[in-house]
């Protein structure tokens, strides 16, 4: 199946640091998303990109299909993006394959 | 998007019982998926619930251990058999809207097992 890395496994910034998050994975696709999970345990979509660029906020995206990767931007962090923070890819319809995650810290 | 609510929300439960986890969406849905989460982990995909029809099981997870209802389109239930400690994780149901691969998570249900 479809391996998914994501890195770092582990982020620390200070409040107002911008950071980004990468995701490489294996074999083509036609899904791929960004989840922050927070520390309830609440899966919250943050883009559906399986290609291209999108921004939404503070937050962007960026999916290069051809080289097998995505990025996720955070600008200007804040202590409530702290969570842990997965890419996911599907090769085939909806099925979806989870990465291991990057564990973000944000301190005040 | 949709709309997913999960209950219970969290449950403890006794080694060698069976729970049942129910999943709602608020609009009909082609495609509903079970999740677990161990302690510290990513998620992994247990199987995909088709209306009509029997689940589709992931390797490693089966229909005895995991059985799986799917009555209408927009209602799903997972069941976790015979309970052990090993099964203590969150379970997590997910929604695609009809048309869409995007999917859609609900709060999850935190099990422990004693």
């Known amino acids: 199946g479809i391996q998914v890395e994501q890195s770092p496994p582990d982020l620390i910034l200070q409040e107002g640091a911008n950071s980004t998050l990468r995701c490489n994975f294996s074999d083509s696709v036609n899904n791929l998303q960004w989840f922050h999970q927070n520390p309830w345990g609440q899966l919250i979509n943050l883009f559906y990109i399986p290609s291209g660029t999108k921004q939404n906020g503070r937050l962007s995206a960026t999916t290069v299909a051809t080289e097998r990767y995505s990025l996720l931007y955070i600008s200007s962090s804040q202590t409530t993006d702290s969570g842990v923070y997965f890419c996911a890819v599907g090769t085939s319809g909806s099925r979806l394959t989870f990465g291991e995650g990057t564990q973000l810290t944000v301190n005040p | 998007s949709a709309v997913i609510s999960q209950k219970p929300s969290r449950d403890i439960c006794q080694r060698g019982t069976s729970l049942t986890i129910q999943c709602q969406v608020d609009?009909?849905?082609?495609?509903m998926f079970w999740y677990r989460q161990q302690p510290g982990q990513s998620l992994t995909l247990i199987a995909t619930a088709n209306q009509g029809s029997e689940a589709t099981y992931e390797s490693g997870f089966v229909i005895d251990k995991f059985p799986i209802s799917r009555p209408n389109l927009t209602f799903s239930t997972l069941t976790v058999s015979n309970m052990s400690p090993e099964d203590s994780s969150i379970y997590l149901c997910?929604?695609?809207?009809?048309?869409?691969?995007?999917?859609?998570f609900g709060p999850g249900t935190r099990l422990t097992v004693t």
């Open positions: 997910s929604a695609s809207p009809s048309g869409r691969y995007e999917q859609y």
């Open positions: 609009s009909q849905v082609t495609m």
